[in-house]
């Protein structure tokens, strides 16, 4: 059997799989297809281009490590993983229908991710931004983008979906899910249940999952006054209980699409803040959340599964040591006088 059939297999029995999100199905796909768009590189990387020839049994843990360490010296993390994870299915299918013995993915190496410290804006960074956040939609220009000219009106909702970011730490896809519904107004402070995202599926559109990246991401939060301000500039008082009306939806009134706010969010930024990013708000939520009530509360802010994911990826702060100064007080010297300076250099 060559790879490309096994692969073909496998991707028929992760279609039955009902755990696999129609996107992730669409991700495995991408990686293991060629391209039909003419504009597509002819030399990416898809698993049945660069193993056309290969047969099961030529498939060895060896070939599949170069093959995987062949696309991370390119620099290509990300797509690495992804091969990881499909090649290992393969060939545990292949295992499970005695088509060979063991699987080989088992001994490939480890793909490593550089490490980067989480970063969250500090006071003076967050009222700089959201400053020039309110130059941008006025129109004039801000560091790297221009002044508007012609065209639409700029987007107030970039400021809007700031403030609700930063007040509820939701994942940008979460907050662009937010539906009218979804704010209680009948409590105090206001409360924020997060509970899809938004995604876009080849052959599907964009369209809301009911149902976020993780079963923890099923939460809600309680609301700070300034995102409930936000959110009742928006007419948020008056809005039904049961309305899933989109609360920042696009100007055609529908789902806004991630891809089309980042690229505005991009325009409204500039170079000053080129490095905040929308999931910059969910870590400064994190961080100061945890440094108030430590990183148990800031997990369940934040919807992982362990706060080890939360203090990893999302807080902005250095570990504190516990208080060991009852035993190291017993390392002070033993002389009585400090030494008073360089006795070189005194008179004498």
């Known amino acids: 059997m060559l790879i490309p059939a096994l692969a073909d297999l496998w991707?028929?029995?992760?279609?039955?799989?009902?755990?696999?999100?129609?996107?992730?199905?669409?991700?495995?796909?991408?990686?293991?297809?060629?391209?039909?768009?003419?504009?597509?590189?002819?030399?990416?990387?898809k698993i049945k281009t660069a193993m056309s020839r290969v047969r099961l049994f030529e498939a060895d843990t060896s070939y599949l490590d170069n093959h995987l360490k062949t696309i991370q010296k390119n620099g290509h993390i990300r797509k690495a993983q992804c091969h990881k994870i499909i090649l290992t299915g393969m060939m545990s299918l292949a295992v499970r229908h005695g088509a060979i013995r063991e699987n080989p993915m088992r001994e490939v190496g480890k793909i490593k991710r550089k490490r980067t410290k989480p970063k969250a804006m500090d006071e003076s960074t967050r009222n700089g931004l959201r400053k020039q956040l309110e130059t941008w939609i006025a129109g004039e220009e801000i560091p790297g983008t221009p002044a508007?000219?012609?065209?639409?009106?700029?987007?107030?909702?970039?400021?809007?979906?700031?403030?609700?970011?930063?007040?509820?730490?939701?994942?940008?896809?979460?907050?662009?899910?937010?539906?009218?519904?979804?704010?209680?107004?009948?409590v105090t402070p206001w409360e924020m249940t997060i509970s899809g995202t938004i995604v876009r599926v080849t052959g599907v559109g964009l369209f809301r999952q009911d149902w976020t990246k993780t079963d923890a991401g099923y939460r809600t939060v309680v609301l700070p006054k300034f995102t409930i301000d936000t959110l009742r500039a928006l007419g948020a008082d008056d809005w039904d209980s049961d309305d899933e009306t989109p609360v920042f939806p696009s100007r055609r009134g529908t789902w806004r699409d991630p891809h089309n706010f980042g690229r505005t969010w991009r325009a409204a930024r500039g170079t000053t803040y080129a490095w905040i990013t929308p999931k910059t708000y969910r870590k400064t939520n994190l961080s100061v959340v945890a440094e108030e009530f430590g990183p148990e509360q800031a997990k369940r802010q934040a919807g992982h599964r362990n706060s080890s994911t939360t203090e990893k990826h999302y807080i902005d702060r250095p570990a504190l040591a516990p208080d060991s100064t009852a035993v190291l007080n017993r390392l002070a010297p033993t002389f009585s006088d400090p030494v008073q300076g360089d006795p070189g250099n005194q008179d004498g």
């Open 148 to 186: 508007y000219t012609r065209g639409p009106a700029r987007d107030p909702d970039i400021l809007n979906a700031a403030d609700v970011l930063l007040g509820t730490a939701a994942r940008p896809g979460e907050c662009l899910a937010f539906r009218r519904c979804d704010v209680n107004t009948s």
């Open 11 to 45: 991707l028929e029995e992760m279609e039955l799989d009902e755990t696999t999100t129609p996107q992730t199905l669409q991700w495995y796909r991408e990686e293991i297809e060629p391209s039909e768009d003419p504009r597509a590189r002819k030399t990416t990387v």
